[in-house]
Every structure is written in structure tokens, then in C-alpha cells.
């Protein structure tokens, strides 16, 4: 599994909740790694390891994690080329719910070895959408789900968001688009410069 995976799970949890508890979690876990470089591959066998610790640590849900994860990416400024990537999705939060089934390839193009798992989205009902993510690593579409939420208030856009659960050996996302206008887009420009509040 990419290295990019450990070490975003690192950077989340020593961010947020202090270098220490993710002491504790990689202890807990008792895998022969203290800490995760990017670029190399590890045994994925470590992910769901690791995982439980964190959350043994942390006191919350594995799936609580990896939807906080995902908002972290979004929102955290250390992390806005994630941001930039997922707008190019789309001008709109529908756009680029639209735009998910390409979205491991545009992260392969981004990172190469970085393997996500097969995103397929369907708009059943006008501003109602089925997002289906089969592969590793599992609980992907928990962190999808948080990744969402914090981009549909990055285009201002009011969104139910929930994780149905896992159906014939996808994980099931369902949105629900309430509102396009609900506040203001934070904007987007090719520079990856935000444009400001309102403007």
C-alpha cells in the first residue's frame, strides 16, 4: 500500500490530536514502523492495524477517523493541493460529484503508485446521487464521505451525506443536494490561490 496512505493517517492524528497519541497508536498497533515515508509501498496488511489502534487511542470509531480524515484533507492548509485537485472536478458540488469516476485516475496522474480504490456515481433523482467505491483500502468511502462534506461547504452548497454501508462488495455514499446557493463558493483559480470570502 503507498506510503501516502500511512503518512496521511500520521499527519491527521499527530495534527489534531498530538504527536503522542500517534505514539501511542503505532505502539498499540506493534507493527515494526514508528513512522511513514510518502513515496514508499508497506504491507497493506499495517492499514487496518494501524487503524484499530488509532482508534483504541483516540476513543472513536474507525469510521468517525477516516471521516474526520477526510475533512482534514480539505481543510487543513498543509493539504490544499487536495482541495485544488478535487475542483478541478467541477464548477459546481454536482460537477464534481459527476466528475468522482475519474477521480483515481487524476490521483495516479498526481502521485504515481497511489492506488484508490474504483469510484462509480449515478444520479438515480435529479440532485440525488449513488456512489459506489469498490477496492483498498477499506473504510475508503468513510473518508470520502468526510472529503464531500467539506467540499460541499467549500462551494457553498447545503448536502446530506451518508454511508449506507457495503452492498455486493461496494461501499454505498449516498448524497443528497439541498440547496446549491446555501453560502459563499470559496472560489478556485488555477493557481490554487483561494479566492476570498464573498468575492
Not at 504491507?43 to 483504541?56: H, M, Q, R, S, W
Request: aromatic letters at 8%; one cysteine or more; glycine letters at 10%.
Amino acid at each position: 500500500m503507498h506510503g501516502l496512505i500511512f503518512r496521511t493517517l500520521e499527519a491527521f492524528v499527530s495534527d489534531v490530536f498530538g504527536a503522542d497519541c500517534w505514539a501511542r497508536a503505532v505502539g498499540l498497533s506493534d507493527l515494526p514502523v514508528t513512522s511513514f515515508e510518502a513515496m514508499l509501498q508497506y504491507d497493506a496488511g499495517y492499514f487496518p492495524k494501524l487503524l484499530a489502534a488509532c482508534a483504541e487511542v483516540l476513543d472513536r470509531p474507525e469510521s468517525v477517523i477516516l471521516e474526520d480524515l477526510g475533512a482534514y484533507l480539505i481543510t487543513h492548509q498543509n493539504h490544499a493541493s487536495v482541495r485544488r485537485l478535487m475542483r478541478f472536478g467541477g464548477e459546481t458540488f454536482s460537477e464534481l460529484l459527476h466528475s468522482l469516476d475519474d477521480l483515481p485516475g487524476r490521483t495516479r496522474l498526481a502521485v504515481s503508485g497511489l492506488d484508490l480504490p474504483q469510484v462509480h456515481v449515478r444520479e438515480p433523482i435529479s440532485q440525488s446521487f449513488i456512489i459506489d467505491c469498490r477496492g483498498e483500502p477499506a473504510g475508503f468511502g468513510h473518508a470520502l464521505v468526510g472529503l464531500l462534506r467539506a467540499m460541499a461547504d467549500d462551494y457553498g452548497t447545503l448536502a446530506v451525506l451518508d454511508h449506507r454501508g457495503i452492498r455486493n462488495g461496494s461501499e454505498v455514499i449516498e448524497v443528497i443536494v439541498v440547496e446549491t446557493a446555501f453560502g459563499a463558493d470559496r472560489g478556485f483559480s488555477l493557481g490554487g490561490a483561494a479566492m476570498a470570502e464573498g468575492a
